[in-house]
């Protein structure tokens, strides 16, 4: 099965998205994440956790997030995240996989300044999320096509 | 959810990601630095914050399970994610 992801072209610089959507009860709806692999864990974005309205107050607490800049961002585990992708050929793939999700609750005390910044960053798909469902990634730049291959 | 709603929801979805993808020069000139929500492959509304884009969706009545949200960051900046 192939799964296209969308490549953009930001000024000379690309980015790839994969088009994902959650299968959470009561938390149905839209994902538009980031392929990173630059990052080892898939997290959902402070955004994605909002517009979802994800459960996340009884959540098990999950490792902070960081990159550059000091501190990290707070996030919550979840141990089975319910996402659908679509291939190619209009079918549907199920995946139920171990997610970090940031902490929309704890970012309610920190600054404006910090919590606007972390709504900003998108959800990522990091190399676990690859390694979990079994995917390839291609990413051909000169011919403007990326996707992922299930080897199943 | 049924796989046949799945994909409903699927097509309307790439539509607006689509769109995105399609104009982000456009929307980088148009919204630097700004959150914006896309429906129906338009821009719904901007704001300078994520609570400020959530009032103004709620403003025109919108569900926000309808709209997809995106940054749009400046340009001469080096984004890493």
Not at chain 1, 11 to 21: C, D, Q, T
Not at chain 1, 64 to 84: E, N, V, Y
Not at chain 2, 8 to 14: H, I, S, T, V
Not at chain 2, 16 to 42: C, H, M, T, W
């Amino acid at each position: 099965m192939i799964f296209e992801l969308e490549l953009i072209d930001t000024f000379g610089a690309e980015r790839v998205f994969l088009n994902l959507i959650s299968r959470q009860p009561h938390s149905f709806g839209k994902i538009r994440a980031l392929v990173d692999t630059g990052s080892p864990n898939t997290i959902i974005s402070a955004k994605d956790c909002y517009l979802l309205n994800l459960p996340i107050t009884g959540a098990e607490k999950g490792e902070p997030i960081t990159g550059f800049g000091k501190g990290g961002i707070p996030s919550k585990k979840m141990r089975k995240f319910s996402l659908a992708l679509k291939s190619s050929d209009n079918k549907i793939k199920d995946l139920n996989i171990p997610i970090n999700v940031v902490d929309i609750t704890a970012l309610k005390s920190m600054p404006e300044e910090y919590s606007n910044h972390v709504y900003s960053i998108p959800t990522i798909i990091g190399m676990d999320f690859l390694r979990l469902a079994n995917l390839k990634l291609v990413v051909d730049i000169p011919n403007k096509k990326a996707y992922l291959e299930s080897a199943d | 959810m049924e796989n046949g709603q799945i994909l409903d929801e699927f097509r309307n979805f790439e539509e607006s990601s689509s769109f995105v993808s399609k104009n982000f020069k456009l929307l980088q000139e148009q919204y630097p630095g700004k959150y914006i929500a896309v429906s129906d492959s338009r821009v719904l509304a901007s704001a300078d914050s994520f609570e400020s884009l959530i009032s103004e969706v709620n403003k025109v009545g919108k569900n926000l399970k309808d709209v997809i949200v995106e940054f749009i960051p400046s340009k001469g900046l080096i984004v890493l994610y």
